[in-house]
């Protein structure tokens, strides 16, 4: 399984109430020099920390919101080292979209009782601003993570990047501009939370593309970039030696054509409803290669139109590495274990074996045949997370941890493993992720980075429940 490369990147804020401009003239060097010395002990493989100046009135503050916003920075760390009080933070962090992390900073690692002093006190006593900071956002519904430590702490590194992974996966959310060809899948309720607060507080809304809009594209596509999509496919899948050259050819096309429709909206995520794509006969293609591909790419993606996991899937590619799409699909009573499978698409990096191509037909209202992607996902351990609401319309993620099995599937096609949950009796976990409210469809993640899933429900305000 692949992993991300991408730095993650913290903005460190650095308050101080302008009141101690009078008490301690040098506040300012001293503070930013202090934050230098964490940046470096703090940057490691896969972390960046960049500083603000030290700000101590409301526009210096919502002026340095906005540099390490521009910045692309994953999280805001409001370290208060000394006191800032909060009326002059909280107009530019209640708007901000960044994830916001509270840290009492210190020079102090230990308290030595004969040797604290006045100097002493200028760096160690933001703890009470941090106090008063968390009190007030609470008050005003913001959303915030608290995370306490020394920098020189052996295990303070690695706790924040837990949060900057929680703020990356929030702000891919953020960005990713979803898109939905073909609407929801008919009466499959579960999932049109569109509506939702928790995404409305977001500012997330899909750009809604009708499937003859897709056909338009297709007919625009080239034959040279079906070639390039072709013999692309030729590199990456093995192919069963009986399709049919055109099916690659028709494959090629809808490839490219939703290639051009995620660019031209800057999208990272879709949800695609495979029943009217089929049902249009000028595409008639479940676009289940497509898909994988683009999985395979960081991209999120997931089916009958449900664009919100399709955003859960982009925002754990990227906090997390790599993700794909999956259900649920049958139940092993006897053993605790669960099939887990799709028809067609799913992210091959997450594959055990090179991935193949296979022809699929679909009869509803209109024939449709197009190619599939094969493979059994690698054995190891895993987590099943779900996004959904609560009856409030509050977000939540539901988690489950695993392992898919060594099992191999040799009957059935398409993304599939045999799962067996850390919980135990599968009677009992799916009896709670069915009280806990769990819809129907799944982002499938390596490892079990509850702390981070777990950070991204306190950043952005929502419920978390590890089952």
Known sequence: MTASSDRLRVGMLLPVADLYHRLWSDIDRALEQLARRVADRLGGAQLDVLCSP??????????????LAGQGVDLLLVALAPYCPSGVLVPALVPSPVPVLLWPMQSVLKLEPDGYDAEAVKLNHGVHGIQDLANVLGKRARPFGVIHGHYEQPDFADRLQH???????????????????????????DLQVGNDEFLLRLGIAPEVVVTPELADLMAEVTEEQVAECVARYRQTFAIERAMDPSLLAKTGRGEAALRMLLEQVDSHACGLNFLELC??????????????????????????????????????????????????????????????KHWGEGNFAMARAQ???????????????????????????????????????????????????????????????????????VNDLLTAYAYAGGSHHLALIPGAPVEVLENVCRLAGWVYRQL
């Not at 992974?165 to 702000?171: C, K, L, P, V, Y």
């Not at 191999?408 to 993304?415: S, V």
């Open 279 to 340: 049902h249009d006969p000028q595409v008639a293609d479940g676009l289940h290669v497509a898909a994988s591909l683009l999985l395979r790419d960081g991209f999120g993606y997931a089916g009958e139109g449900d664009w919100v996991t399709a955003l859960l899937v982009r925002g754990l590619q990227q906090g997390c590495g790599v993700a794909s799409f999956s259900e649920i699909f049958s139940i092993g009573h006897d053993d605790d274990r669960l099939l887990l």
């Open 54 to 67: 030290a700000v101590s009135l409301p526009e210096q503050v919502t002026a340095a919101c906005a540099e």
């Open 355 to 425: 991935p193949r191509l296979l022809a699929s037909k679909f009869t509803d209202r209109h024939a449709a045949e197009f190619a599939i992607v094969d493979f059994e996902f690698e054995p190891g351990p895993v987590t099943l997370v779900n996004l959904n609401s609560t009856a409030e319309g509050r977000g939540q993620l539901v988690s489950v941890s695993g392992r898919i099995e060594d099992d191999h599937l040799p009957k059935i096609d398409g993304p599939r493993g045999v799962f067996r949950p850390d919980a135990g009796s």
């Open 163 to 189: 949060w900057a992974r929680a703020g990356r996966i929030i702000r891919s959310l953020q960005m990713a501009n979803p898109v939905q060809v073909g609407g929801h899948f008919e009466h499959m309720l």
